[in-house]
């Protein structure tokens, strides 16, 4: 089955820094991969996905780059704010016949003021 | 974006009891359902996958007695933690899928279950 590793698993920076969070998958049928941000006891929220047919997506200060080739993809946030603390998640999924979702074990970003 | 609503979102119970948790797609149809468990600070687990009318999916290792599951329509799946012990006590979040050759998954807002 699909293994996906996710790192850091913390990751802090200040206001206004950037932050890179990477994963890899290993089943190379994978071809979705959604970004998930998770609050404290809240439900995960997706922020961003990409398509194994593209490159690099992005939205306002989020991007999503992926590699098939080095089979690794990786979120990306300019000017962090403290708004931005949360966990965050990534996710590989390789279609057949129904979506499963398999979750790198999350970073948690700490955004300081 | 497709809204999954959950019930309860929080409930305490005595050891031995058990508890039934409802997901439900409220603007879409969901012919295919997930059950994930997350403990503190981990990330989630995906227990079982739920499909409208047939037999639900389990993960290797989560009990099938145990962890009822029934999705009989195509907006409600039930998870029914039987005879429940202090160690699940856990977050489960269920998450929905409408029919699309890439599903994006939408989660419902949890359930804290705490067992006594």
Redesign the interface.
């Known amino acids: 089955g699909e293994n996906v590793e996710q790192h850091p698993s913390t990751l802090s920076v200040q206001e206004g820094d950037s932050a890179v969070i990477k994963c890899t998958y290993s089943d190379s049928a994978s071809?979705?991969f959604?970004w998930?941000k998770q609050e404290l006891?809240?439900?995960?929220?997706?922020i961003i996905?990409i398509?194994s047919n593209v490159g690099e997506k992005k939205d306002q200060r989020i991007a999503v780059t992926l590699n098939k080739t080095a089979k690794h993809f990786s979120l990306h946030i300019t000017e962090t704010q403290p708004e931005d603390s949360a966990v965050y998640?990534c996710a590989a999924?390789a279609?057949s016949g129904?979506?499963?979702?398999?979750?790198?074990?999350?970073t948690?970003l700490l955004v300081s003021p | 974006g497709a809204v999954v609503s959950q019930h309860p979102s929080r409930v305490i119970c005595k050891s031995g009891t058990s508890v039934k948790i409802e997901c439900r797609s409220l603007d879409f149809q969901a012919?295919?359902m997930?059950w994930y468990r997350q403990f503190p600070?981990?990330?989630?687990?995906?227990m079982a996958?739920s499909?409208e009318g047939s037999k639900a999916t389990y993960e290797q290792g989560v009990e099938k007695d145990k962890f009822l599951i029934n999705h009989a329509s195509l907006t409600l799946s039930t998870l029914t933690v039987t005879s429940a012990h202090p160690e699940d006590s856990s977050?489960y979040?269920c998450?929905a899928?409408p029919p699309s050759?890439?599903?994006?998954?939408?989660?419902?807002?949890?359930t804290?279950l705490t067992v006594l």
């Not at chain 2, 050759?101 to 949890?110: A, M």
């Open positions: 071809n979705y959604p998930y006891g809240k439900r995960p929220q997706l996905d398509r998640f999924v279609y129904y979506s499963t979702l398999t979750f790198g074990k999350g948690m | 012919t295919t997930f600070k981990k990330s989630l687990m995906l996958t499909n977050f979040i998450s899928s050759p890439y599903n994006e998954q939408f989660f419902g807002p949890g804290r």
